[in-house]
Structures are given as structure tokens and as C-alpha cells.
């Protein structure tokens, strides 16, 4: 079972910009974010696979940037120019041997 830790959500104003951290308790092929606003299905934001090959929903492209640290199990999410619409908890992903994992999410919060 892998156990995701996601930190850095927070409040912000828009405009602005954070940087989420997931820490995996092993090595995971795939890992990435995905996030759910209120009233609303769980949406991808991206993936990055080990050797860095990432994946973005066309809607984030541009704004949003994921990277990773292998030899730490963490994957990151930078997060710019934030809009209220960003507003959403958002979940930490993993998957390994064909299994998918999740972490229990962070809160991110855009003010107007």
C-alpha cells in the first residue's frame, strides 16, 4: 500500500502563486494531481511519469507545472497565476504495478 502525504495548500490571492508537495512512501512509475471543487467531479490537473514524461489536461497547460524528485518518492505542483476557478482540494496520485493510489488532498482556496 502506498502512502501519499501531500503539504502547501493554503490561501492565496489570485494572481498568486503555490507549490504543492507529495511525498510517496516508495517509488511509484506514475504520480501526479488531480483536483475536485465543490459540486464538481474530480478533474486531472497532470501526471509525470520517472523519467519525467509529463501529461497535462488541456486546461492547466500554461499555468501549472509538475516536476519530480525521484530519489525522494515527491512529486510537485507550481502552481502561477492563480485564479478563484483554481479553488478546489486537490489529491496527490500515484500509481504502481497497476494500482492507483491517492492521498486524502489539500486545500487550496483563490481569493478575488
Known amino acids: 500500500q502506498v502512502q501519499l502525504v501531500e503539504s502547501g495548500g493554503g490561501l492565496v490571492q489570485a494572481g498568486g502563486s503555490l507549490r504543492l508537495s507529495c511525498a510517496a512512501s516508495?517509488?511509484?512509475?506514475?504520480m501526479g494531481w488531480y483536483r475536485q471543487a465543490p459540486g464538481k467531479q474530480r478533474e486531472l490537473v497532470g501526471t509525470?511519469?520517472?523519467?519525467?514524461?509529463?501529461n497535462y489536461a488541456d486546461s492547466m497547460k500554461g499555468r501549472f507545472t509538475i516536476s519530480r524528485v525521484n530519489a525522494k518518492n515527491t512529486v510537485y505542483l507550481q502552481m502561477d497565476s492563480l485564479k478563484p476557478e483554481d479553488t478546489a482540494v486537490y489529491h496527490c496520485y500515484a500509481r504502481k504495478f497497476s494500482r492507483d493510489f491517492w492521498g486524502q488532498g489539500t486545500q487550496v482556496t483563490v481569493s478575488s
Open positions: 516508495e517509488s511509484c512509475f506514475n
Open positions: 509525470i511519469t520517472s523519467d519525467g514524461t509529463t
